[in-house]
């Protein structure tokens, strides 16, 4: 499966609109909320499908931004829950707000931080103010300033940049204000990144690997990223364990950030089970592609052996045959399977019945005088040795011939590959009944 890159550019807010250097700001904690507007006509440059929300530790919500590769607490710090609803929020001044980075290890992590200014910029939807932020994504979020990581360049003045979700302008501040305190994680620098820029890649995508060995580690062909003109954002998802590569470097399954002319492989570990596709589906800036491995199918040796008695059999006795199907492996048939029974029975009999040592056995189209096929479900062989019988007793007539013969053919579940056939039916021998008629002596047994 793979999206399509959108044409022309997404205008937003422009990162680099902190090289402007604003006034300073004093009084920012203090700013009033209103409700939140976003007049008609403007594009929304953060909407919902931009990010993904994802509880790594029940009740501790983080969201990944797609674009940008970034991971961010979805609570401000000091409050908590599904809508952020539980707790208040902290303000705190600048040494601070880094120390409560440091100590923090929500949803398993340990490397969160205060963001810098460019990285809690890309959160500003300028499509909208007060808040200038989404809503959903980031509930709670409030219309007051954030502080950032960055200091403010001036030697002679200690102050930081804070960020304002009131008209999302930006300005420094020393650093002894209390202001609230979003943190994030991961990411690849993103000091370049701007959403005036196009930062959605051309489409791409991976090679699928067919009759691969069960539970190996699949390494995708490479792909090149191209179309993008800033840091963007990337991601994995699909089969458990999935991961990518940037450059070839290490491994990871962490979100990211890529620029124009990365290689980028994936990886996975194929199915356990034959004939079982594994789906791994790498973003990159709003576009995806999913890189598919099939295993090879299940092998199992099976063979079939059949009994007849008594012999000689009568007009009006009962001829029973037994079937018995053995499984050498490798791989078990599992009960959730269905294999077929092919036989031919003789002309002549009547009043036939099949019983299943286990399981449950449809005669189908199988009767006497023809070929016919009946399934067999409910039956776990285990992959060395395993057996199942079948027992088919019918009435001979009158109108039976002096030898009765039985043959008989075992298949194998769809998907099982029987190694000794390469793929064609297991076929018994020959068993032969023969009857005594109308007080005549039996017929020698030519079997």
Not at 152 to 158: C, I, K, R, S
Not at 261 to 281: F, L, M, N, Y
Request: contains cysteine.
């Amino acid at each position: 499966m793979m999206s399509q890159k959108r044409s022309g550019k997404v205008r937003s807010h422009n990162s680099g609109l902190l090289r402007f250097g604003w006034l300073l700001i004093a009084a920012l904690a203090g700013s009033t909320a209103h409700a939140r507007t976003c007049p008609a006509g403007l594009v929304p440059v953060a909407p919902d499908a931009r990010y993904t929300i994802a509880e790594p530790i029940a009740g501790q919500r983080v969201v990944t931004d797609r674009e940008t590769g970034l991971i961010w607490k979805q609570c401000p710090q000091g409050l908590s829950g599904a809508s952020c609803a539980s707790g208040t929020r902290s303000t705190l001044n600048w040494s601070a707000a880094l120390g409560a980075a440091n100590a923090e290890s929500f949803a398993g992590a340990s490397d969160w931080r205060l963001p810098t200014a460019l990285e809690l910029r890309t959160l500003v939807e300028t499509a909208c103010f007060s808040p200038t932020i989404n809503e959903t994504v980031f509930p709670a979020n409030g219309a007051g300033a954030y502080w950032t990581s960055t200091p403010q360049a001036n030697p002679g003045l200690a102050a930081s940049w804070v960020q304002d979700f009131e008209q999302g302008s930006v300005g420094a501040t020393t650093r002894d204000t209390l202001f609230a305190v979003r943190l994030v994680r991961g990411g690849r620098s993103i000091d370049n990144f701007d959403a005036a820029d196009d930062y959605t890649p051309n489409a791409f995508s991976f090679t699928a690997q067919t009759g691969v060995p069960q539970t190996s580690v699949r390494t995708s062909n490479a792909i090149s990223v191209a179309g993008i003109d800033t840091v963007t954002g990337i991601g994995i998802s699909g089969a458990t364990g999935s991961q990518y590569r940037i450059n070839g470097g290490g491994w990871t399954g962490l979100p990211g950030t890529v620029v124009n002319g990365d290689s980028i492989e994936v990886r996975h570990t194929s199915a356990a089970t034959g004939t079982t596709a594994t789906t791994t589906t790498l973003g990159i800036g709003g576009v995806s592609a999913d890189f598919t491995s099939t295993t090879v199918p299940d092998t199992s040796d099976l063979s079939l052996t059949l009994t007849d008695s008594p012999d000689p059999v009568v007009v009006g006795g009962v001829l029973s045959y037994g079937l018995t199907v053995t499984n050498a492996g490798p791989n078990a048939i599992l009960a959730s399977q269905t294999f077929s029974i092919s036989a031919s029975l003789p002309a002549g009999l009547t009043g036939c019945s099949y019983t299943p040592s286990v399981g449950t056995f449809n005669v189908g189209t199988i009767a006497p005088g023809s070929t016919g096929t009946g399934t067999w479900t409910g039956v776990a062989l285990a992959g060395a040795g395993g057996t199942a019988s079948l027992a088919i007793a019918c009435t001979v007539t009158a109108s039976a011939a002096a030898s009765l013969s039985h043959s008989a053919t075992v298949l194998p579940p769809a998907g099982i590959a029987d190694p000794d056939c390469s793929g064609a039916p297991v076929t018994a021998p020959e068993q032969h009944g023969d009857r005594q008629h109308r007080g005549e002596p039996a017929a020698t047994d030519p079997g």
